[in-house]
């Protein structure tokens, strides 16, 4: 298995994440003049050369989306990635007992570069936060199969979200699950899922860190 990198380089990672979500949100509400765009923009070329000259990760596990990884909130993933400036991100947490009974809660708070209708998140951000959360609940490796999504009111921009995901029920590998996003009492959106777990179970993620 590849090596996994320790605390203070995962820590600085997210010290540089957390930079870059502030710019990515600004950029979406400020309107600089022309100069100052300018110069910022050769200030994060410069900086985006000085990248390039680093090594890259070479095994594609580090980039997986969360649930891959058995218990695992994976730092790069698009939507929960502390480490992934784009990413907002969510957060979850496991309650209960994890080799038993057990659901997922999570907080998200999406800022002015989700927005799609004025004011709100756009519809695709909040698809691909319950497939985030509803692949989580699995705790262990599994693919999404389906995803429905009903909106049941727009998903604002600047509050904090509160979800849940559990499992319905599981035929052989299959596991259906469902989660919800509230508002306080107001319930935004709800999703149902389905999930393929890999035919060889664990083995499969030794085959992934080889990749």
Not at 21 to 48: G, K, S, Y
Not at 151 to 158: S, V
Not at 177 to 203: N, V, W, Y
Request: with cysteine; aromatic share 6%.
């Amino acid at each position: 298995m590849p090596s996994v990198p320790d605390d203070e380089a995962r820590q600085a990672t997210q010290r540089l994440a957390d930079a870059m979500r502030r710019i990515i949100a600004r950029l979406a509400l400020v309107r600089p003049p022309v100069d100052q765009l300018d110069r910022a923009a050769e200030t994060a070329n410069a900086f985006a050369d000085s990248l390039d000259e680093l090594p890259a990760r070479s095994q594609s596990w580090e980039v997986s989306e969360a649930g891959l990884m058995p218990r695992d909130f994976v730092g790069h993933s698009p939507v929960s990635g502390a480490n992934n400036p784009i990413a907002p991100p969510l957060r979850m947490r496991v309650v209960g007992d994890p080799d038993g009974e057990h659901h997922i809660e999570g907080d998200i708070v999406f800022g002015a570069a989700y927005e799609g209708p004025p004011g709100h998140c756009h519809g695709g951000w909040v698809a691909a936060m319950f497939d985030e959360l509803l692949g989580f609940v699995q705790l262990k490796p599994g693919f999404t199969a389906y995803l429905k999504v009903d909106y049941r009111a727009p998903t604002p921009l600047n509050q904090e979200l509160a979800l849940r995901g559990w499992i319905e029920s599981i035929e052989g590998r299959k596991r259906l699950i469902r989660g919800t996003c509230h508002l306080g009492d107001r319930l935004l959106s709800e999703a149902e899922g389905l999930f393929i777990a890999p035919k060889d179970g664990e083995d499969y993620m030794a085959r992934l860190g080889k990749l």
